[in-house]
């Protein structure tokens, strides 16, 4: 199963974005990071940082959350981020307002 973060927006929209997309950012940020000051941190010590990273984040929920409040931008997730829709429409549909347009 997957996991994503759920988000509700102002206007009332819920976007369900991709937690995989987070802690890559996260674990991109700190790889980046962490070999320009290491100097000890060789080519096959990164990708091992790296992947614990990201199973760190994707463990745990509230870092998650916080990397995603205070570490991204909507510009980063919004090309990933799914619309959420859990409305039943089946009642509303014979009475909501319709009109035919021409695009």
């Known amino acids: 199963m997957e996991k994503y973060l759920r988000v509700r927006m102002s206007n009332g929209s819920m976007y369900d974005i991709p937690a995989e997309v987070i802690a890559e950012h996260r674990a991109n940020f700190f790889e980046n990071n962490s070999a320009e000051k290491l100097a000890y941190h060789s080519s096959s010590v990164q990708p091992r940082l790296r992947i614990a990273e990201k199973e760190f984040a994707l463990n745990n929920d509230d870092v998650l959350i916080d990397w995603a409040t205070n570490k991204m931008d909507w510009k980063d997730i919004e090309k990933f981020a799914l619309k959420v ?10 009475t909501v307002e319709k009109q035919i347009v021409t695009k």
Do not use: L, M, P
């Open 85 to 94: 829709d859990n409305n039943d429409y089946e009642e509303e549909w014979k």
